[in-house]
């Protein structure tokens, strides 16, 4: 993969969101991992980050095959602005890939 070989997160419950918030960099890069795995395994849906406490999950974000246009969109729109040209070319690659399997 590219990024993180780590899905989950260790992330007080009551900071859940503020993470996401401060972690944009993660969650959009752990986006294209996911949606290239899912489009090379045919898979409908797949967890891309899970977050847990104490050593137990209590949440879990899933990615739908049909969210991966719309994920990947953002994706690049996040790498542009942060001049992260390498991941917005990762992403434009699987967005195309996702559109060739659906033509």
């Known amino acids: 993969m590219i990024y993180t070989k780590k899905m989950r997160n260790e992330v007080d419950p009551d900071y859940l969101e503020e993470w996401l ?13 996911t949606a290239i795995s899912m489009i090379k395994n045919k898979k409908e849906s797949e967890s891309f980050i899970e977050f847990s406490w104490d050593n137990e999950i209590y949440s ?6 049909q969210d991966i246009p719309k ?15 390498e991941y917005a070319q990762m992403a434009k690659n699987a ?9």
């Open 60 to 65: 879990k974000i899933y990615m739908k095959r």
């Open 21 to 33: 918030i401060n972690n944009p960099d993660k969650v959009y890069k752990r986006s294209v991992e």
């Open 95 to 103: 967005k195309d890939s996702m559109d060739k399997t659906t033509q």
């Open 71 to 85: 994920a990947m969109d953002k994706a690049i729109e996040y790498f542009v602005n942060n001049e992260l040209y």
